[in-house]
């Protein structure tokens, strides 16, 4: 009986520098699954990163967010007054007041 191409894949296990490749889809499986965030946790992920002045690509990459999430996020946290942008030392974001009472009513532990 042929075995599928993922069944082969499967039953070998390869060294890398990483480790090895056994058990490699399940565990890609369950990663996915653990990785999905709401609109939520985006956004205090974000504001808990503007709690000092950041740049919007320092934002993208600390959030483990992509661009379109990013302009989307950050359009909405902008018009509810929870983050400003600044100029000064450089041009990026901060969080508000109001960004930090949301923050502290969502305490996460």
């Known amino acids: 009986m042929a075995k599928t ?3 082969a894949l499967e039953s070998h296990s390869v060294s890398t520098v990483h480790g090895t490749t056994e ?7 369950e990663r996915k699954h ?6 939520i946790d985006i956004i205090l992920t974000m504001l808990e ?6 740049k919007k ?6 959030a483990k967010i992509n661009f379109y999430q990013l302009t989307k996020y950050l359009q909405l946290i902008l018009a509810l007054g929870l983050v400003e942008e600044i100029s000064d030392p450089f041009e990026g974001y901060r969080i508000t007041e109001k960004g930090r009472v949301l923050l502290t009513l969502f305490a996460r532990t």
């Open 23 to 29: 058990n490699h889809f399940g565990l890609i499986e």
């Open 34 to 39: 653990l990785e999905r965030r709401d609109k």
């Open 49 to 54: 990163i503007t709690t000092q002045p950041i």
């Open 5 to 7: 191409f993922r069944q």
């Open 57 to 62: 690509t320092h934002i993208l990459y600390t």
